[in-house]
């Protein structure tokens, strides 16, 4: 069973950037749907970003648009979100994720599974 590793998280300035990294072992990421999600002190955990297997599909939630950019290097097995202009409210703990993970154009979510230990994005001046 493919284990998924987040990482790449940090303390950013307001209009920062970062790039996260969801890293696989036990199995290849590269033909499957890849979501991230992040959850913020007292929130529920919300669907940021997902890529499809094919990778001819993304989906961003509406505040991250323009902002945000998934993708995936198939070659280091590895799916990236890009994150620039990061905001105070980017604050959370980020999580990626493949099991039951539905990702559509206008539409993510997972219905099921376990969440790794996530990385931490601060965004504070």
């Known amino acids: 069973q493919v284990q998924l590793v987040e990482s790449g998280g940090g303390l950013v300035q307001p209009g920062g950037s970062l790039r996260l990294s969801c890293s696989a072992s036990g199995g290849t990421l590269g033909y499957r749907a890849i979501g991230w999600f992040r959850q913020a002190p007292g929130k529920e955990r919300e669907g940021v970003s997902c890529?499809?297997?094919?990778?001819?599909?993304?989906y961003y939630t509406e505040s991250v648009k323009g902002r945000f950019t998934i993708s995936r290097d198939k070659a280091k097995n590895t799916v990236y979100l890009q994150m620039n202009s990061l905001k105070p409210e980017d604050t959370a703990v980020y999580y990626c994720?493949?099991?039951?993970?539905?990702?559509?154009?206008?539409?993510?979510?997972?219905?099921?599974?376990?969440w790794g230990q996530g990385t931490q994005v601060t965004v504070s001046s």
């Open positions: 890529i499809s297997s094919t990778d001819l599909t993304t």
């Open positions: 994720a493949t099991d039951f993970l539905i990702c559509y154009s206008d539409y993510m979510t997972r219905t099921s599974g376990s």
